[in-house]
């Protein structure tokens, strides 16, 4: 059966994931949970962990939830558990989206069963713990397993314990090294012969990501909810752009691009144009638009790479269709 036969009459089904990366340096903005209502999104997925369970507890929601907000008062810094009164508060917050709930320790599966918990989600770093997966068995009935890093064993042993569940993979797609987006594609259309549904998570969503993934079969997108410290609103408007977009891709282009298969997926490269030099350009010029061109197959940047391009200047001398990398500009 082709990926179109699969997957071309599914909706694309959109999650945001809400989680506040301080150790990365990335924090979402105050707020945004409550102005999600209107972006777009089908669900929205938190982390739930208690203090000293987990070593390495990589958020707190709550820190995200709006702190004027009466309703989720609790929702502080003194406040970094996620717990069934939170969730019941969130509920008409949110505006109908889902709630999907990433547990990084059994107890909080137990906590939270029972609570206002559409669906539970596997995060990468949690797929291989035994325990969890069978707490989960015990409380869920649709969960995300992300397999990004997974075995073929681990995965095959969370479908065993998790086969009582509505279960969709989610895997991670990347751009560096440059075969990587290929192989986690390729990764994402082996899933999709396994009989559930499957989708596909970016740190740094780009469209070259969504068109390959659309392309082997996915249907459900994960989306980073962080976007720096701006003010919500504008994170809002910003979030909803970026759900908007894929959503368009998906519809303009998903049936014709289903018709790739996985064998086909070496030749993808030939077709996808790059950045190249327009005409002869000498060196310390600054590039503008009419001084560069897409060619395939791509030899220089991606074309998403323009605007970052135009206004920088030419480290060297550039001949007619030569490719431009950020080796070649300053």
Not at 175 to 187: G, I, K
Not at 261 to 274: C, H, K, Y
Request: glycine residues 8%; aromatic residues 4%; contains cysteine.
């Amino acid at each position: 059966m082709s990926a179109g036969d699969r997957a071309s009459d599914v909706p694309l089904e959109v999650l945001v994931a809400a989680d506040e990366l301080r150790r990365g340096g990335m924090v979402t903005a105050r707020g945004l949970l409550t102005r999600l209502a209107g972006s777009g999104a089908d669900a929205v997925k938190l982390i739930a962990c208690r203090p000293g369970d987990y070593s390495v507890r990589p958020v707190r929601t709550t820190h995200m939830v709006s702190r004027p907000d009466p309703q989720a008062a609790a929702a502080t810094d003194a406040a970094p558990l996620l717990t069934p009164a939170l969730l019941e508060s969130l509920r008409p917050l949110l505006g109908g989206l889902r709630i999907v709930v990433a547990p990084y320790d059994i107890q909080s599966c137990l906590d939270l069963d029972g609570a206002a918990v559409d669906a539970w989600q596997v995060d990468e770093a949690m797929a291989a713990n035994i325990p969890l997966l069978e707490t989960l068995a015990g409380v869920a009935t649709r969960v995300y397993f992300c397999t990004w890093g997974s075995t073929p064993r681990e995965i095959d042993t969370a479908r065993g314990i998790l086969h009582g569940t509505e279960l969709v993979f989610l895997h991670r797609v990347r751009s560096a090294p440059p075969s990587a987006l290929l192989r986690d594609c390729a990764m994402i259309a082996h899933l999709c012969t396994l009989g559930h549904r499957v989708g596909w998570s970016e740190a740094r969503p780009t469209r070259s990501h969504a068109t390959l993934a659309l392309a082997v079969g996915a249907s459900v997108m994960q989306i980073p909810a962080s976007t720096g410290d701006v003010e919500a609103d504008a994170a809002a408007v910003r979030l909803g752009a970026r759900i908007r977009n894929v959503r368009a891709l998906a519809e303009a282009s998903r049936r014709a691009l289903l018709g790739y298969n996985p064998d086909e997926l070496d030749r993808v490269d030939d077709m996808r144009p790059g950045l190249v030099a327009a005409r002869a350009v000498a060196a310390g010029t600054t590039l503008t638009r009419d001084m560069i061109a897409f060619k395939a197959p791509a030899s220089g940047l991606s074309v998403e790479h323009l605007p970052v391009v135009v206004g920088r200047q030419a480290r060297f001398d550039l001949r007619p269709d030569d490719p431009i990398t950020f080796g070649l500009v300053r």
